[in-house]
């Protein structure tokens, strides 16, 4: 029996599982994050952002991350299969990533399979509409604080 079957129809297997490996070897992934685990002011983000790329490089994916660069850090690194491409500062970054996706989308199409923007800054960049400005978006909080 195969755990296709034993689940339902599902397979098992979650983020450090094998049965769904096949799926993700060979996707482009970015994960764009403000920091990344070794900026002297990292956080809680940092490290889902670093767990969740590493873990995808692990399974095959071809994984870069995206975040500023704090002073003594490379412009360009790699760890446990991830590529770290640092650009500007805190409050730069963002735009700046913005930019250099923007550069690598040449005539073979996108430089990504998936971009994954785990605080949520590249969203932050556009104007909001109207049910956001009222509502809020979501994980800002509260209207009006």
């Known amino acids: 029996m195969s755990a296709r079957t034993r689940q339902g129809g599902r397979r098992r297997g979650g983020m450090d599982g094998h ?4 799926g993700v070897r060979g996707l482009r992934v970015a994960v764009v994050n403000w920091g990344d685990p070794w900026h002297p002011a990292a956080g809680g983000a940092e490290r889902y952002a670093w767990e969740l790329a590493r ?31 640092r650009l500007g500062g805190r409050f730069s970054v963002y735009p700046l990533v913005l930019l250099w996706m923007l550069a690598r989308r040449g005539p073979p199409g996108r430089p990504f399979d998936a971009v994954l923007d785990v ?19 979501p994980g800002d909080g509260p209207p009006g604080d």
């Open 19 to 22: 049965a769904g490996d096949a």
């Open 119 to 137: 605080p949520g800054g590249l969203r932050q960049m556009r104007e909001a509409t109207p049910e956001e400005r009222l509502l809020g978006r």
């Open 55 to 85: 873990r995808l490089a692990a399974r095959g994916a071809r994984v870069r991350c995206l975040t500023c660069r704090a002073p003594g850090q490379r412009r360009r690194e790699r760890a446990e299969g991830v590529e770290f491409v």
